[in-house]
């Protein structure tokens, strides 16, 4: 087994479609600019109320990826 060293990033993603859009829009974003992504950990999850409804979601997120050898 290889050993590995991982950096990790804080993103924020956010969706009107629910938590798990928010995610995804986060994870695919950070695909476009870092490479190696292995994992990911929810933080926090918040949104938006307007007019008594939920109108957005949050969720703060830690993103870890592999260090090139």
Do not use: C, P
């Not at 994870?27 to 933080?43: G, P, Q």
Request: no cysteine; charged share 30%.
């Amino acid at each position: 087994m290889s050993e590995h060293v991982y950096k990790i990033v804080e993103l924020v993603g956010s969706s009107a479609k629910g938590t798990d859009a928010a995610i995804e829009n986060a994870v695919n974003r950070a695909s476009k600019t870092l490479s190696n992504l292995d994992w990911f950990e929810v933080m926090e999850t918040r949104g938006h109320i307007k007019d008594g409804k939920v109108a957005h979601y949050q969720v703060k997120l830690k993103i870890g990826f592999r260090l090139k050898d």
